[in-house]
């Protein structure tokens, strides 16, 4: 006999019953922009519909994202100053540590908040840690990124996210996490994230391009993916409570490869680069966005990522509410 899977695909009820992959608004993370000053709501010229919120306002982004059933923030920090160690990232009254306490206090545990942890949007030179003539010093960088947790915990955060790429740090950053009182901070670890030109316009929008040289150093050569699988189990026998896969869209062979290999909750973040290239080429009338949006977001859940990152957070969730997706 002839399999045939067409009768399945004859009805819209039996195709949304029998969808291999399911997708939920609680697997969305969306990422916020926060910066230094007051009343901004200033549209990134990069990112499209996508903002740079003053502390005094991040709550209106929050209020309306928790009415689209997004409920999760990857918040990250523009500061006005900017110096050799970075000092805005770990100081009290740096801008991601008020904001925090800014939306605590106006929303409680209605948001969870997750903080990117890296130094390159607090340094003069806009690399990820602290350098030694031209090259990062790993074991001096974790110092201050752990000082970095600390100051994100002490002002509330749910989760710190790692993004600098140092060895060691997330043993480093769970012992100083665990010896402050906090051991109940989570930590989603940016554990596979590659040199990639699909950051360009979040360099744009955080004014963190490096000032010389490149990341190759601590970034991911991208003809890699077994190196992928042992970042990922390192960062896992350190202390991780998730590991992460970024960019997304074109390393969705390396999210499978990982989600293979971990036993962690895999996240996957679909970077400024690849929200760009879909918005510049529907604003073209190339493609459709929303259909593009709902197929390629589908396709890391299908790739094995249980969590995504993305500037589509809102409009996905209405997707899923559509059951366009989901
Ligand atoms: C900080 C950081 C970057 C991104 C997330 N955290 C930039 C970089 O590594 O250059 C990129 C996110 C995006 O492109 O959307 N290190």
């Given at each position: 006999m002839i399999e045939r899977p067409r009768r399945l695909r004859l009805n819209e009820t039996i195709r949304k019953m029998t969808r291999e992959t399911r997708v939920s608004s609680d697997s969305l993370i969306y990422p916020i922009f926060i910066k230094d000053g007051k009343d901004i709501k200033t549209e990134i010229p990069s990112l499209e519909n996508q903002f740079h919120w003053s502390v005094d306002r991040v709550s209106e982004c929050i209020e309306s994202s928790l009415n689209k059933g997004i409920n999760k923030f990857l918040l990250f920090g523009i500061p006005d100053h900017k110096d050799e160690v970075g000092s805005e990232a770990y100081s009290e009254n740096g801008v991601v540590q008020r904001g925090i306490r800014e939306i605590k206090k106006n929303f409680g545990s209605d948001a969870f908040l997750i903080a990117d942890v890296c130094m390159c949007e607090y340094t003069s030179h806009g690399h990820c840690g602290i350098l030694d003539g031209k090259y990062v010093n790993n074991d001096k960088t974790l110092e201050y990124l752990s000082k970095i947790a600390v100051a994100a915990a002490e002002a509330g955060i749910d989760m710190v996210a790692p993004s600098?790429?140092?060895?060691?740090r997330i043993a480093a950053m769970r012992n100083a996490l665990d010896k402050n009182g906090f051991e109940n901070t989570s930590i989603m670890s940016y554990a596979v994230k590659y040199a990639s030109s699909f950051y360009g316009p979040f360099r744009d929008a955080a004014g963190?391009?490096?000032?010389?040289?490149?990341r190759k150093s601590y970034q991911m050569d991208y003809h890699n993916v077994r190196e992928a699988v042992k970042e990922a189990l390192t960062d896992e026998k350190e202390g991780a409570d998730i590991l992460m896969v970024k960019p997304a869209m074109s390393y969705l062979d390396v999210i499978k490869e990982v989600k293979d290999k971990t036993k962690l909750p895999l996240a996957a973040y679909s970077v400024s680069g690849e929200y760009a290239m879909i918005k510049a080429a529907a604003k073209q009338g190339l493609i459709d966005e929303y259909g593009i949006m709902c197929e390629s977001s589908l396709a890391v859940f299908r790739a094995g990522a249980d969590i995504l990152i993305t500037y589509y957070a809102n409009e996905l969730a209405e997707a899923i509410k559509r059951g366009d997706i989901g």
């Open positions: 600098d790429m140092m060895d060691g963190s391009a490096p000032s010389f040289g490149d």
